[in-house]
């Protein structure tokens, strides 16, 4: 009786969670946006109060963001349980691990130098030239694991197949590519806690 109504609770972790992390997330990244449009070249640029006030509001943001993408992550290797192939599920706990860190990375660089235009440069690329590298690979692996277990759709697959590639290769040279991420986690979280039951293993 437990280990059903743990298999029933687990898709539900993992999508709240997934939504959790998405929305915040979003909001700092669109916060980060607003503040600093020019991103890494606009380093030269003064910043106001409200710009600053953004940019910390973020920074705030993050860490939970990151808490629930833990959780999210976890939820999400559960429900794979004994169907998951070793080589992909390492793959997918290390860039998901590494994604979290250098997220964190990100924002310690720009909270202890947020009025330096060198901290705001290397926390810029952090985020956007690791961490998002981090995102695709977590992507990818997780579509495989959910195409094989049956747990995702044929075009939901094919969605976190293209929105990894858009990472990997687009990075930071797409406006707001940053997005691509939590929209993936939020499309992702939505169908889980749709409560639709796994279909046969691939």
Known sequence: MWQKHERLWTPRAAGIAGVVFAVLMAAAIV???I???GGAGGDDIAVDAGQRSAVQ???ALLPFAGIAFLWFMGALR???GEGEDRFVSTVFLGSGL??????FGSAAAAGSQQHSPFGRHFAYVLLTTYALRMAAVFIF????IGRRIGAFPRPLVVFGYLAGLTLLVAGADLPWSELVFPAWALIVSLHMLGGRRPAAPA
């Open 78 to 80: 559960a429900q794979a």
């Open 141 to 144: 692996t997780t579509s495989t």
């Open 35 to 37: 503040a600093l449009p």
């Open 57 to 59: 509001t973020a920074l």
């Open 98 to 103: 590494v994604f979290v860190a250098t997220l």
């Open 31 to 33: 916060l980060v946006r």
